[in-house]
């Protein structure tokens, strides 16, 4: 089946230093979406970037990362972390051909960020 | 504020007891999902809709959950028999069905999160 890795589940970092969130992945699937999703405390999931292109980097809100297929990859990362980035973050991916497509999950991982 | 619409914020059950939940996707959004987010913060996948029709469900849904979609009124998911193990944060997100070439977005609601005691 298809599955999505995220190999830290807590991240701290200091404010204004950079942070990186991994997520790999295995799929079966011929064409991939890939989605970051960020979850504050009591509210919903909400995306923080999404991709389905190979080797081409997103930006959001000062996030970004790139998918590559070759490493089966889309790691996050933020140059200059915020005390307001402290939330679950989600990587997932879902299939692009079949409309209506099930996101799958990563484990999500809990990003604080200290004064 | 979510487009995605979930009620009851919260609710606590006794263990065999029905658990009813509601949600009412984005507007324009035929397909609903809804996930299960364990203590643990970890999604999973439950059953989801296109319209009325059930496009895919895990075993665990076809057992003790139950959903639909009616037109012109909200999507459901009912526990039939709670157990404690249900205790978790039920989320529902809709999405545009998508074609070949599109990338749309799932908009997910705040949730409604289940005590069974």
């Known amino acids: 089946g298809d599955s999505v890795t995220q190999t830290e589940g807590l991240v701290t970092v200091t404010e204004g230093l950079p942070v990186k969130l991994n997520c790999t992945y295995q799929?079966?699937?011929?064409?991939?979406?890939f989605f970051w999703y960020v979850q504050y405390l009591n509210e919903a999931p909400q995306v923080l970037l999404k991709s389905s292109t190979d080797n081409k980097r997103t930006e959001h809100q000062g996030f970004h990362a790139t998918l590559h297929k070759s490493s089966s990859s889309f790691h996050l990362q933020k140059s200059s972390a915020q005390l307001s980035d402290s939330a679950l973050y989600y990587c997932a991916l879902s299939d692009r051909e079949n409309a209506g497509a099930k996101l799958t999950f990563g484990g999500g991982t809990r990003l604080t960020v200290r004064p | 504020n979510s487009k995605v619409i979930q009620t009851p914020r919260y609710l606590v059950k006794g263990q065999g007891q029905k658990a009813k939940m509601r949600c009412i996707p984005e507007?324009?959004?035929?397909?609903v999902f809804w996930y299960q987010q364990n203590k643990n913060n970890e999604f999973k996948f439950l059953i989801n809709?296109?319209?009325?029709?059930?496009?895919?469900q895990i075993d665990m849904t076809e057992k003790r959950f139950s959903a639909e979609c009616p037109s012109n009124s909200p999507c459901s998911l009912e526990i039939q028999s709670s157990e404690a193990g249900d205790s978790a944060l039920y989320l529902c997100?809709?999405?545009?069905?998508?074609?070949?070439?599109?990338?749309?977005?799932?908009?997910f609601g705040s949730g409604t999160r289940l005590l069974v005691i």
């Open positions: 997100a809709s999405s545009l069905s998508r074609d070949r070439g599109a990338n749309s977005d799932y908009t």
């Open positions: 799929t079966t699937y011929l064409t991939i979406a």
């Open positions: 507007k324009g959004h035929p397909v």
């Open positions: 809709f296109q319209n009325q029709e059930v496009l895919q």
